[in-house]
């Protein structure tokens, strides 16, 4: 399935992006938040892409953060929130305001957004709130922390949580694997993480 675009906006518009890649026009689906990032038409252009297929549609929903992406990602894993509402969600708050919320339990602040009722707010926070890493601001995970995590740790961090630690354990394994002066490769790095985390 499609995971990046990189072509030439053609048009974009609040909730879509048409950009061109080959010769051919990609329909993509976009929150508003990256809209407003977005160049001006005829720039070049990169998305990070979900590809969403269903028995009558195949949809792409472009990010210009790998970030966006695993947020909207995490927010279809939620029982009855689908796609169009995780772009509306994504929409209606920057991601460290939507982390934050949710790690917060604001429940409040969440119904505020078009479609999303007190009990899909609830259900949002039950199922979320310890699979996000902390908004700035917050102590152990916070995003400014990690966007100190090379590309080397962010692998291995992402390696960690596809063997289902939580992230919170996992994001500090790998800084104290790092601390410790483990190996710069992948590898060590990873097992010295892994059995920090345990």
């Known amino acids: 399935m499609f995971a990046h ?39 070049e252009v990169r998305l990070r892409i979900h590809t969403h297929v269903r028995e009558d ?6 990010f210009l953060s790998q970030d966006e992406k695993n947020l909207f990602e995490k927010l279809i894993s939620v ?38 009722g007190k009990k899909t707010a609830e259900r949002i926070v039950l199922e979320l709130r310890d699979k996000l890493p902390a908004a700035s601001g917050e102590d152990a995970g916070s995003s400014a922390r990690e966007g100190a995590l090379g590309s080397v740790e962010q692998d291995v961090l992402s390696a960690l949580l596809n063997l289902g630690c939580a992230r919170p354990a996992a ?28």
Not at 8 to 22: D, R, T, Y
Not at 188 to 196: D, G, I, S, V, Y
């Open 5 to 43: 675009l990189r072509g030439i906006l053609l048009e974009k518009h609040p909730n879509q992006a048409i950009v061109e890649a080959g010769g051919v026009g990609y329909d993509v689906v976009i929150a508003v938040s990256t809209f407003s990032k977005l160049p001006e038409p005829g720039a």
């Open 57 to 62: 549609a195949l949809a792409l929903y472009g």
């Open 79 to 116: 029982s009855g929130i689908g796609p169009k509402l995780a772009v509306t969600v994504l929409s209606g708050f920057d991601a460290p305001s939507l982390i934050s919320a949710i790690r917060k339990s604001e429940v409040e602040k969440l119904v505020r957004i078009p479609g999303i």
């Open 171 to 198: 994001e500090a394994a790998v800084r104290k694997a790092k601390a410790d002066g483990a190996a710069t490769d992948f590898e060590p790095l990873f097992r010295k993480a892994l059995e920090l985390v345990r």
